[in-house]
Nanobody, 119 residues
Framework: QVQLVESGGGLVQPGGSLRLSCAASGIIASIYAMGWFRQAPGKQRELVASITNGGRTNYADSVKGRFTISGDNAKKLVYLQMNNLNPGDTAVYYC?????????????WGQGTQVTVSS
């Protein structure tokens, strides 16, 4: 079965840091991008950061300069280093893997990991 396992979430004070990790397994098709999304209560899920096979990265404006995405799509690993966290970052964070095949692209999702920023 396809699995995306996330870890690293937790409770931190404003200004603190967390490092999220995601390991994908069971995906046969080629992964051309991996990333992180988040969803806060009452809000829509939004893209936080992504990275392609070529190493190109993309960040939401709200996290630029604070978050860094890294990893290896060939190894199906992705990380998100989150620094200078603020209460607005509180959300469930989901790992995403996007694949490509003869039938088109497909997205796989992790179960999510809770990040809470509070004093």
């Amino acid at each position: 079965q396809v699995q995306l396992v996330e870890s690293g979430g937790g409770l931190v004070q404003p200004g603190g840091s967390l490092r999220l990790s995601c390991a994908a397994s069971g995906i046969i098709a080629s992964i051309y991008a991996m990333g992180w999304f988040r969803q806060a209560p009452g809000k829509q899920r939004e893209l936080v950061a992504s990275i392609t096979n070529g190493g190109r990265t993309n960040y939401a404006d709200s996290v630029k300069g604070r978050f860094t995405i890294s990893g290896d799509n060939a190894k199906k690993l992705v990380y998100l280093q989150m620094n200078n966290l603020n209460p607005g970052d509180t959300a469930v964070y989901y790992c995403n893997a996007r694949t490509s095949s003869s039938y088109g692209s497909k997205d796989y999702w992790g179960q999510g990991t809770q990040v809470t920023v509070s004093s």
